[in-house]
């Protein structure tokens, strides 16, 4: 098939089919853009958890050691007229040829006219799900986007999944070396990615494409502004999966969702849809996925309109009371996964319920 340069020296590529085999309920949307292309995660209670090792963590650590929805008239106007080039999945790689973008190798930053554009483009982990290193990158994404000159960030993602949680097969193969020196790693890095948005004092909107899950669910609360496709779906299934919870969930799902569902979502994995998740709080707006991408574009453009200013100081008064609350509830939740992680009971659990999924498979 032919194709033609855009603007940007990005080129026109056929979309195809996105990729199924992960976590259905979701397809790629293209980002569709107006400009240039630029460049730019208590004692006492676990102590009891402790016990010597078991033939279940040696055997399966040695399997994976490696570790409603409606359009206003203004808005289809602009739709109309909008002409952009599309950012489809194939064109990271072109994008990654800017020489800026070459620090990041899981995710793509792109800096647009008044914001910055963050997305989870994972090549090393399934479903965009979090490693330490994916968490460090987009820590120092959300740094460099706090020193430029853009008024706010938006956070989205390249392919049919916005993002899978922590990496369970990583988490495993990790652990099963040394699990107190590692589990301290991962933890201090969840910390860290957490306290990255906890920090960020600029705007930050997220844009959701598709599932949701664990910790890419978690932290949706501590950003100022969620729009989701009407094929997003979100869940934190933290005891399900033998993890307590991360991202301030414990404290923010409870305040937004209400303790009941908050204790659904989890204790017992409950799944939330776009809709659902909007009636709720947790997100601000669902919109036709035909039409997510151009949506989420003219909104994120009119926002970068305003002043930086006004802007920051909003989002201060909003936020700032809260600050404090939230560091001392990230810092309680990584502190428990360490325990957690590091006792041969809790550990075992974990590798029991992934077991069970690989059989499964």
Same mark, same amino acid.
């Given at each position: 098939?032919?194709?033609?340069?855009?603007?940007?020296?990005?080129?026109?590529?056929?979309?195809?089919?996105?990729?199924?085999? *992960?976590?259905? =309920?979701?397809?790629? &949307?293209?980002? $569709?853009?107006?400009?240039?292309?630029? %460049?730019?995660?208590? +004692?006492?209670?676990?102590?009891?958890?402790?016990?010597?090792?078991?033939?279940?963590?040696?055997?399966?650590?040695?399997?994976?050691?490696? *570790?409603?929805? =409606?359009?206003?008239? &203004?808005?289809? $106007?602009?739709?109309?007229?909008?002409? %952009?080039?599309?950012? +489809?999945?194939?064109?990271?790689?072109?994008?990654?040829?800017?020489?800026?973008?070459?620090?990041?190798?899981?995710?793509?930053?792109?800096?647009?006219?008044?914001?910055?554009?963050?997305?989870?483009?994972?090549?090393?982990?399934?479903?965009?799900?979090?490693?330490?290193?994916?968490?460090?990158?987009?820590?120092?994404?959300?740094?460099?986007?706090?020193?430029?000159?853009?008024?706010?960030?938006?956070?989205?993602?390249?392919?049919?999944?916005?993002?899978?949680?922590?990496?369970?097969?990583?988490?495993?193969?990790?652990?099963?070396?040394?699990?107190?020196?590692?589990?301290?790693?991962?933890?201090?890095?969840?910390?860290?990615?957490?306290?990255?948005?906890?920090?960020?004092?600029?705007?930050?909107?997220?844009?959701?494409?598709?599932?949701?899950?664990?910790?890419?669910?978690?932290?949706?609360?501590?950003?100022?502004?969620?729009?989701?496709?009407?094929?997003?779906?979100?869940?934190?299934?933290?005891?399900?999966?033998?993890?307590?919870?991360?991202?301030?969930?414990?404290?923010?799902?409870?305040?937004?969702?209400?303790?009941?569902?908050?204790?659904?979502?989890?204790?017992?994995?409950?799944?939330?849809?776009?809709?659902?998740?909007?009636?709720?709080?947790?997100?601000?707006?669902?919109?036709?996925?035909?039409?997510?991408?151009?949506?989420?574009?003219?909104?994120?453009?009119?926002?970068?309109?305003?002043?930086?200013?006004?802007?920051?100081?909003?989002?201060?008064?909003?936020?700032?009371?809260?600050?404090?609350?939230?560091?001392?509830?990230?810092?309680?939740?990584?502190?428990?996964?360490?325990?957690?992680?590091?006792?041969?009971?809790?550990?075992?659990?974990?590798?029991?319920?992934?077991?069970?999924?690989?059989?499964?498979?």
């Amino acid at each position: 098939m032919p194709c033609r340069t855009a603007p940007s020296d990005l080129q026109f590529v056929p979309v195809r089919k996105p990729h199924t085999g *992960g976590v259905h =309920n979701g397809e790629a &949307s293209p980002m $569709r853009y107006d400009g240039a292309a630029g %460049g730019s995660r208590v +004692d006492a209670t676990m102590q009891s958890l402790d016990g010597p090792e078991t033939p279940l963590l040696n055997e399966l650590a040695a399997t994976l050691s490696n *570790g409603g929805v =409606n359009l206003h008239s &203004s808005v289809k $106007r602009k739709l109309v007229e909008d002409k %952009g080039y599309v950012f +489809d999945k194939r064109l990271r790689y072109n994008v990654r040829q800017n020489e800026s973008n070459c620090r990041y190798r899981d995710i793509v930053v792109r800096k647009e006219e008044g914001f910055t554009h963050v997305l989870l483009s994972s090549q090393t982990s399934d479903n965009n799900s979090l490693t330490p290193e994916i968490m460090k990158e987009v820590s120092r994404a959300l740094s460099n986007a706090a020193a430029d000159d853009s008024k706010l960030l938006l956070l989205s993602a390249v392919g049919s999944v916005f993002c899978g949680g922590l990496d369970h097969s990583y988490l495993i193969g990790r652990l099963s070396t040394d699990r107190r020196k590692e589990s301290n790693r991962i933890a201090d890095a969840i910390r860290d990615f957490v306290k990255a948005f906890l920090h960020f004092r600029k705007p930050i909107v997220v844009a959701i494409n598709g599932p949701a899950l664990g910790l890419g669910a978690s932290i949706l609360p501590l950003c100022d502004i969620v729009w989701a496709s009407e094929k997003a779906w979100f869940q934190t299934p933290c005891a399900t999966v033998r993890l307590t919870p991360t991202g301030c969930s414990s404290y923010t799902f409870p305040q937004i969702l209400g303790v009941a569902l908050a204790n659904e979502m989890l204790f017992c994995g409950r799944k939330l849809t776009a809709q659902e998740a909007c009636s709720r709080g947790l997100v601000s707006q669902v919109f036709w996925p035909s039409t997510f991408s151009q949506e989420v574009m003219l909104r994120v453009k009119e926002m970068a309109s305003c002043s930086a200013v006004v802007l920051e100081e909003s989002k201060c008064l909003v936020r700032s009371f809260l600050k404090s609350v939230l560091e001392e509830v990230n810092e309680k939740e990584c502190q428990m996964l360490k325990q957690l992680w590091s006792s041969t009971k809790g550990l075992e659990s974990l590798f029991t319920y992934l077991q069970g999924k690989l059989y499964e498979a």
